[in-house]
């Protein structure tokens, strides 16, 4: 029964397909409404690539067409701006409410510990960005957590900091600054 039914809405599928390429148009009934272009307007050539992308509408209101979320800056200096802007930064696999390997959250555990606020990058959204970040580090896992603008390591150093008393003390120069802000006019 199944079987005839699936066959029975190919073929309606088939039909109506040659029927419309009979026509003016010569694309499939569920492709007619549907415009695309291969490259962006003004680039005749993508790097050679096939990348498929919504042609602008000109009906469309100006708020709702498509538009370029691109950078001028590198990822290089992303990474670096992220470190210098935030006192306690780490990049993650997830976010610190919800991370996505054990590891990060060990790490957000631990930081958490000490009441710190905590800016994150996820790392698994942009490959990019997670090869930009290995490469100024030098260092090939993740989580990367960096304090004061210094890199510090893994959530295992972490860990054997939080153990030895040591994190402690280098946190509490980011409660101090936090402090300082707060108190400032």
């Known amino acids: 029964m199944a079987r005839l039914v699936s066959s029975s809405l190919v073929r309606g599928l088939v039909r109506s397909c040659r029927a419309s390429s009979t026509a003016t148009v010569s694309r499939p009934t569920f492709q ?13 050539n993508m790097n050679g690539g096939t990348s498929t992308r919504v042609a602008v509408d000109p009906d469309t209101h100006q708020d ?11 990822l290089h200096d ?5 470190i210098k802007q935030n006192p306690v930064l780490i990049y993650m696999k997830g976010y610190p409410d919800a991370p996505r390997c054990g590891f990060s959250a060990l790490a957000v555990k631990v930081l958490q510990q000490y009441g710190v606020s905590i800016s994150a990058r996820d790392i698994l959204t942009n490959m990019k960005l997670k090869e930009s970040v290995k490469a100024h580090t030098n260092w090939p896992t993740f989580p990367q957590i960096f304090i004061n603008g210094e890199f510090v ?5 972490i860990l054997n900091m939080h153990q030895k008393g040591e994190l402690k003390d280098l946190l509490a120069d980011v409660n101090a600054q936090k402090g300082e802000q707060d108190s400032a006019p």
């Not at 709702?64 to 590198?74: A, E, I, L, R």
């Not at 390591?153 to 150093?157: C, F, R, V």
């Open 32 to 44: 007619q409404f549907m415009t695309y272009s291969s490259a962006p307007v003004g680039d005749s």
């Open 153 to 157: 390591g893994g959530s295992d150093i």
């Open 78 to 82: 992303i990474v670096a701006q992220d």
């Open 64 to 74: 709702f067409q498509p538009t370029s979320k691109g950078s001028d800056m590198s």
